[in-house]
């Protein structure tokens, strides 16, 4: 199975967690022992609201914060921050750990490096036995989604949320909400229809918490 999530959108899945359409957002992955959390963070001066709502949903989906074994955070820092680059991320990946009461480590990548024009899209599979994600990628505008439109908690594993008018908080989304159901790359001869793996050793970014 897999989840795909947009923006200000949680879910939890074992087996995959994707983020189509990051530009101002960050695509969220909390791993624990067994299952993958994620949120689709909307743009940066709204991380605490949507942190809370975050850590709400792990919650009531059953999950335990203290089981968490890493925490992944990927977006485009040059748009994200407005040209600020590896400390702002760590500074709102500091913010979302400290919302969910998370301790350990912390990862993560800038899209910027692909140079997207409409975002990136964004995937989380877990290795639980060795406490790490593989992440992939590839330019929003080389996807194809699917969606349709569902109503409230409709789908078990997801929530949808929207910020209240003073954006201090987010509540549950209700009436018609978008729900992307399959992400599939355009085939071309260079891409053979695969997505790029990270290359962790060049681009991927950590820290401890």
């Given amino acids: 199975m897999a989840v795909f999530l947009n923006e200000a959108q949680a879910g939890c899945d074992q087996e995959l967690i994707g983020f189509p359409h990051l530009l101002l957002c960050m695509g969220v992955v909390l791993q624990t022992k067994a299952w993958l959390y994620g949120y689709h963070f909307d743009a940066a001066g709204d991380t605490g609201a949507h942190a809370a709502g975050f850590a709400t949903f792990i919650t009531d989906m059953g999950g335990d914060v203290a089981n968490g074994v890493h925490l992944y955070g990927c977006a485009n820092w040059?748009?994200?921050?407005?040209?600020?680059?590896?400390?702002?991320?760590?500074?709102?990946?500091?913010?979302?750990?400290?919302?969910?009461?998370?301790?350990?480590?912390?990862?993560?990548?800038?899209?910027?490096?692909?140079?997207?024009?409409?975002?990136?899209?964004?995937?989380?599979i877990p290795e639980f036995r060795q406490e790490r994600c593989h992440i992939f990628y590839k330019r929003n505008e080389k996807m194809d989604f699917t969606d349709e439109f569902v109503t409230g908690r409709a789908i078990p594993e997801m929530a949808s949320f929207k910020l209240d008018h003073t954006g201090q908080t987010v509540l549950p989304r209700t009436g018609s909400i978008q729900h992307t159901i399959s992400a599939d790359i355009q085939v071309t001869p260079s891409n053979k229809g695969r997505l790029h793996e990270l290359n962790y050793f060049l681009r991927l970014v950590s820290f401890n918490v």
């Fill in 78 to 124: 040059r748009k994200r921050y407005h040209g600020g680059g590896r400390q702002a991320w760590k500074t709102d990946m500091q913010k979302i750990a400290n919302a969910l009461g998370y301790h350990g480590r912390v990862s993560g990548f800038d899209t910027s490096i692909i140079g997207p024009e409409q975002g990136t899209f964004v995937e989380y």
